[in-house]
């Protein structure tokens, strides 16, 4: 054996390891009884000391000195796990340990200051997460600029700089059509009817299969925040139900349905090793994205959806196709990211983003986000913050110290606008199929062009490729201020 | 930190990693995606490697030699991981190997055979599986009896001497009784009527919370082969359903809530500890069997359950509730001993006992096995095998190499009988209880007395300090001959 072979049957089993940690969180959100919490967090904990140590193993770093790939794919192999293992091992021990300690108790902590609107109460706590975060990114970075370093975990080569770049230029047009839109004159109605659970969850697995969705290889489960899971053979995404609001559901699915069949998508000939899983959290945005947005909220795509509603649901209030297509696609206000329409859902991210960057070189205290959070959201949003949960204590992230996670979303939104006019100049009788309910033709560009490679390439890489041209925000903003436009007539 | 404190933290490590295992089996049988069959053995593989590891690591054995047992607790845990440790140093790697990889293949040709009533294309294979085994046994006894090495491993400290005593006296008179019965003039009437799933499961877990099953801490699917996984505060079981036989699923649920509340019920202090978890099968099959037989199917009980079956499924077939209590223990014809009675299920055990340890100690080739089975069944059942897989090609356990396993179940029906005679002694009104459908004075004492301790006794011992006596199987004997003589009139 070749130490190029012997490090990869080890990485092999810690793929497989680590696809186990993966399961278990499924298991969590999904199936577990309510009492076995505090267990499964010692059983989190043991796997997850089994995964740090392999990943830190100093055989890695012999078998990764004297490795010799066979060829592209190898070298791509040798990074991904190269990569690992600087980093793993430029964070010590006892800061991993006090980082993780900190951040199981902060979450809890956050969930108590948001029920109690009281940001004060989680201050404290925040201050001393992005403390220790801070001292992790300096580790990480060695030298370079330690926000990049955090960005890095998430998407491998993205800097702050580059993304200051997309993020300026997106931010005046994004207000600008947000302001206009939500002064016209012309506002799309909302959907009324009855949507039984069962129904909802029956048209959703339609859904996922129209999309593509390989049940053989997955399954869907109710969950209260819905997810993927999974990568090779085994990639289970679940979805939640609302009562009067069947999109919650449906939507969520088709989101979750384009991380999956990224996942599913990818050759088979890299399972169980670093290149068998999506390349990083922009480029699997991309896809959940595009699915939910420019395929699942199209004009063609929505016109057969609104005939699957009414076959499933009977009246839902809404008779006329294109009356259904402003629907699906009403801009509204509202304070939570989450919850946001394709306009305004960048917005969300960008402040989070500039924010986030200020916490962690230090220009901003933590005492003073709530401040700074507020006067940010109603300068891009149009009408101040209500209350904390509405505005800097909405989400769990910066609790358990995920900082240079978020703008991976707008990133994903970024490749997302790219590909879809790629994907357009490449199948141009797009809506033909997605009337039909037809995602094929889209969905098969998307495997051919990017989805199969997995972490063959490097993220920007692999969109550029399938694109033809370099990524930019620009396709984005069109396809938005053209689609948008013409539903608000502004 | 003492020598003890680095064993059991450790060892707590080891025990939740394993944890892990079982609740990936669970989700093997439950909610895996068909399609990931082949991944999940990866990720098994990778799993019992670190398990494998962690119960050879050299540590173990200098904390072994250093450590002082802190108190009675501790002996017991020292006890049982001195024993995993020094079973699993006894067999040599590369038996281990292949040991796992001959019977994983042999699970597949044992099926085949089955499938095609054609014993002689199993033979070659079942030869290889049995000359490991006697290879791994001479291992394990350490100059000791090979079989009683093998038996070791599901209960400790039983021995094949002790228990072809046991089951010697049990022979004779459960072929008699069977005779007697067989022949018998009457014969109870079968249930009829209608028996949807969603019933069926309904009242399923009505019975499970009746015999005292921790929703909390547990959860009910189904899967082909019921089973119970798990320990502490997360054991979940699975049933099954058949659409004309309603029993089956409700006596299912109610064996498997048996092993399921012996895990809940052991002390808390003990979780994530060797103690505990169940102390060897056949304690635990003694539960399961106890739930499922002496209560389940007890006179008192069945006259609640008809009740309530009725309520449930409306005309059963069977107004009268001694009728039905006969019809809930008919015993019947049958070649197949996971559908056996409570009067013959022991023949089918005994059987597999005296035909394994031939095995073992070679007197009986592979060749002859079929033979040999049909010999022996038309002797104690009256009427010959019609064909392999009614006989011996039935159970996949000598596939997978599973020697020594098949006697725990009828050990623990001889503990079951012990234990319902002192359970009778000490809760004198237990009929009046259940007949109002209240297992709890049964369940409570079984808990109290038995349960709770886990580990920290031996298999036998817990049993006679529970009862007060020696266990013998003369208790559950003229339990039976009491029971289906009345029912039968013999």
């Keep these: 054996m070749s130490a190029y072979d012997d490090l990869m049957a080890f990485q092999r089993e810690t793929e497989a390891l680590g696809s186990i940690a993966g399961r278990l969180s499924w298991d969590q959100e999904t199936v577990m009884p309510r009492g076995a919490a505090e267990q499964r967090g010692e059983e989190m904990a043991a796997i997850e000391g089994v995964l740090h140590a392999r990943r830190i193993d100093p055989r890695v770093g012999e078998w990764l000195d004297k490795a010799e790939a066979p060829d592209a794919v190898g070298e791509a192999q040798l990074r991904h796990i190269r990569r690992s293992y600087d980093r793993t091992r430029r964070v010590p021990a006892r800061l991993a340990a006090e980082l993780a300690r900190t951040t199981s108790v902060a979450q809890g902590v956050w969930a108590e200051g948001r029920a109690a609107e009281d940001v004060s109460a989680f201050t404290p706590t925040l201050e001393k997460v992005v403390s220790l975060v801070r001292e992790q ?63 909802q969850l029956a048209l959703s697995r339609e859904l996922a299969g129209a999309f593509g969705y390989d049940f053989h290889t997955g399954r869907i489960d109710k969950a209260v925040h819905p997810f993927s899971s999974g990568s090779g053979r085994d990639v289970r995404i679940t979805t939640r139900t609302a009562a009067d609001d069947p999109f919650n559901c449906l939507y969520s699915t088709i989101h979750e349905t384009g991380h999956a069949c990224y996942e599913q998508a990818i050759d088979p000939a890299y399972a169980m090793t670093p290149v068998g899983g999506g390349v990083s959290m922009g480029v699997h945005e991309s896809q959940s994205r595009l699915y939910e947005n420019q395929i699942g909220r199209s004009r063609a795509f929505t016109g057969w959806l609104h005939g699957r509603m009414v076959d499933t649901f009977g009246d839902i209030g809404i008779d006329d196709p294109e009356a259904f297509f402003g629907c699906v696609n009403r801009v509204h206000r509202g304070f939570i990211r989450t919850e946001a329409d394709e306009v305004q859902y960048n917005l969300h991210v960008l402040l989070r983003f500039d924010i986030e960057r200020q916490l962690i070189d230090g220009s901003l205290a933590v005492a003073d986000l709530e401040e700074a959070w507020n006067a940010r959201f109603e300068a891009d949003f149009g009408y101040p913050v209500d209350r904390p949960s509405n505005g800097c204590l909405q989400d ?10 978020f703008p991976t979303y707008s990133l994903g939104n970024v490749y997302a606008g790219c590909l879809h006019a790629a994907l357009r100049e490449a199948v ?33 890489e692999v969109v550029e490729r399938a694109c033809g041209f370099a990524p930019s925000e620009a396709p984005l903003l069109d396809y938005l201020e053209h689609k948008f436009g013409a539903i608000y007539g502004v």
């Design 396 to 405: 769990v992230h910066w609790s358990v110290g995920l900082f240079g996670y």
């Design 137 to 199: 990114a300096e580790c990480l970075a060695d030298g370079g600029d330690p926000y990049d370093a955090l960005l890095d975990d998430y998407e491998p080569g993205a800097t702050a700089d580059s993304l200051t770049g997309m993020f300026g230029a997106m931010r005046p047009r994004l207000v600008n059509l947000r302001d206009r839109i939500l002064g016209a004159a012309h506002q799309p109605p909302a959907v009324a009817g009855e949507f039984p659970e069962a129904a």
């Design 428 to 460: 141009p009788d797009l809506d033909g199929a997605l009337a039909a309910g037809d995602t094929a033709p889209a969905t098969g560009w998307l495997r051919d062009n990017l989805q199969r490679h997995g972490g063959l390439y490097r993220p920007r």
